[in-house]
């Protein structure tokens, strides 16, 4: 006979998954915002973003946000 495997679940703390979040946020909106500044000086612009830019920017986020949220709604 097959031995099976129990699969540990471990619950970890709400302040954990809070600060792992706004670190790698912050990392990434640094990153981001590396990047938009490279491509102002390389387009030799003063504004980094455009407005249309921005709106697009801001809905890509809460499609992000949507997303990650309905990460634990798999039902089977």
């Known amino acids: 006979m097959s031995s099976k495997k129990e ?9 954990n998954t809070v600060a792992i979040g706004a670190l790698v946020g912050a990392g990434a909106g640094v ?3 590396m990047l938009l500044h490279r491509r102002a000086k390389k ?3 003063e504004s980094m973003i455009t407005a249309s830019e ?6 890509l986020v809460f ?6 949220s309905a990460l634990g709604d798999d039902e089977d």
Do not use: C, D, M
């Open 7 to 15: 699969i540990e679940v471990r619950k970890s703390s709400p302040v």
């Open 31 to 33: 990153i981001a915002a």
């Open 63 to 68: 499609g992000l946000f949507r997303a990650i």
């Open 54 to 59: 921005a709106i697009q920017l801001g809905l």
């Open 43 to 45: 387009q030799q612009r």
